[in-house]
């Protein structure tokens, strides 16, 4: 993956004139909730709902469909590594046909809450650490492609800009969505800066406001280091677990109207 830093001149064309807004929904189990899943359903266009793996149970995924068909967000899934005590953000080593199977494992069972309340399963997000994962690793990324094929073999899949994800999605015929984080801290070369280093996530709200104007209008975002590279994505991830998270949604949504941004589902 590379980053490019040059500045786009005053007056650039604009990247994208659309943008999905996703959240990363029902990741609760039984009596403990962290996600205000109603609330950001009234602001997102598209909601990647936990499947069991990271968090979320039945009951979680059934009411979180239901509330996004009422509301007609977009929904997906949300696939991780089983990994619920660790949130799915421990890296693991997962043989490639368990992996696959259990990517399958985790759509169809968001398929039946998703079809039960008059909707689908529209794409397909990794998260937390096989998000990270697949950036790189072509194994692992090939896992995760055959086990939407197996689910259904025309779901797209959304990930990181340049990863081994989407590279390999397209060839196996799946539309491949870039996606963009506003909270998220850059390296250089494009990827996101691990969650353990300092700065890993901008907790500005001001700051996450703008970069989601300028990740939208001209598909860039300032690095952790200072640089302007560029970051073009379909789909702009707004992280529900965030302390204000439903008022800070709210300000992006109505930020990127104001600037003439189109915010709607890509599914």
Not at 255 to 267: D, I, K, M, T, W
Request: glycine share 10%; hydrophobic share 45%; with cysteine.
């Amino acid at each position: 993956m590379t980053a490019t830093t040059a500045t786009p001149p005053t007056g650039a064309t604009t990247a994208t004139t659309a943008i999905d807004l996703n959240a990363d929904l029902g990741e609760g189990f039984g009596r403990w909730e962290l996600t205000d899943d109603e609330r950001l359903l009234s602001v997102v266009t598209s909601a990647n709902v936990a499947c069991g793996f990271h968090a979320g149970d039945a009951a979680t995924m059934r009411r979180v469909c239901e509330l996004a068909a009422e509301r007609g967000v977009t929904i997906g899934a949300q696939v991780s590594y089983r990994d619920l005590a660790g949130f799915g953000r421990r890296a693991m080593d997962v043989p490639s046909a368990e992996l696959a199977a259990e990517v399958a494992y985790q759509i169809g069972a968001l398929e039946v809450f998703a079809r039960a309340a008059g909707a689908r399963v529209a794409y397909v997000k990794p998260h937390g650490a096989l998000y990270n994962r697949v950036v790189h690793d072509t194994e692992q990324a090939r896992a995760v492609v055959d086990g939407v094929r197996l689910a259904d073999a025309a779901l797209p899949v959304l990930g990181l800009p340049g990863s081994r994800l989407l590279e390999l999605a397209r060839e196996a015929g799946l539309p491949a969505v870039p996606e963009a984080f506003a909270d998220r801290a850059y390296t250089e070369e494009g990827t996101l800066v691990p969650r353990g280093r300092d700065g890993a996530v901008v907790s500005d709200p001001d700051a996450v406001v703008e970069r989601s104007v300028g990740l939208a209008r001209l598909g860039r975002v300032t690095s952790h280091a200072g640089s302007s590279i560029e970051v073009r994505a379909r789909s702009l991830c707004l992280h529900g677990d965030t302390p204000g998270a439903v008022e800070l949604a709210r300000r992006v949504r109505r930020r990127l109207e104001e600037s003439g941004v189109r915010v709607e589902a890509f599914a």
